[in-house]
């Protein structure tokens, strides 16, 4: 259930849209909703359409269509690389085998000790920089050579 906190919340965002266009706030409910659990489960998704008068599909549709909503519990440190065209031809793919390879989990999985959740990603809009990843949707890396990558994962897992 929704709880009180979240409900306001949730207020919040919708009041910044007009009466006839809550739906607008879906996004918002969507980020409201992944920060309390930690990823966005097709049970919240509904209630999230519920209370915002829309169809469950639209909700889950916004959902899977961005990556920065996680659809399962992920790791501490999600790790999105960008595999798409100008990261691959600079070594977005190799980027990729080499995390695969160091935190021993492929594509899409997270690490037996919680710590990483390894995912491919669209365009970060860093094509210059490539290759290119984003740290929990929040933090972007250039130019990730496999140095730089091990210091990434062994700087985050000193931290923790």
Do not use: W
Not at 129 to 138: G, I
């Amino acid at each position: 259930m929704i709880t009180d906190a979240m409900r306001t919340l949730f207020d919040r965002e919708v009041a910044k849209y007009p009466a006839d266009q809550r739906q607008s706030a879906v996004m918002a409910c969507l980020a409201i909703v992944q920060k309390e659990d930690g990823f966005v489960s097709r049970d919240r998704e509904n209630q999230i359409a519920d209370y915002l008068g829309m169809p469950p599909i639209a909700v889950h549709e916004v959902t899977t269509f961005y990556n920065m909503y996680n659809q399962q519990p992920v790791g501490k440190y999600k790790l999105n690389v960008c595999t798409n065209l100008p990261c691959q031809l600079r070594d977005g793919y190799t980027a990729l085998h080499h995390l695969e390879k160091k935190l021993g989990i492929h594509m899409g999985e997270t690490t037996p000790d919680g710590m990483f959740t390894l995912q491919q990603s669209e365009c970060l809009g860093a094509c210059a920089d490539s290759p290119v990843m984003l740290v929990n949707d929040r933090t972007m890396c250039s130019f990730m050579s496999a140095e730089k990558l091990d210091q990434l994962v062994d700087g985050l897992r000193n931290a923790s």
